[in-house]
């Protein structure tokens, strides 16, 4: 019974507190140009990043083994 009623009461506060949103989607050419040399810069520094946790667990492997 609580139960009910507590939602009859929320609901609509709830439904109030959403936000509607009204979007759309325009496609088309980019507005900025990004150079060739940029997107190999920054890929390769993703890739190096993403890469240097794990070189760095394979390499000390040996430590965390307790092997010296």
Sequence with gaps: ???NSAARLLVPAIRSAMQ???QSVVSGPPTKHISTAEKVILGGG???ASLFI???VLYHI???KGEK
Excluded: H, V
């Design 1 to 3: 019974m609580l139960k």
């Design 54 to 56: 794990p070189a760095w």
């Design 46 to 48: 993703m890739c190096a």
């Design 20 to 22: 509607s949103r009204c």
């Design 62 to 64: 040996r430590d965390y």
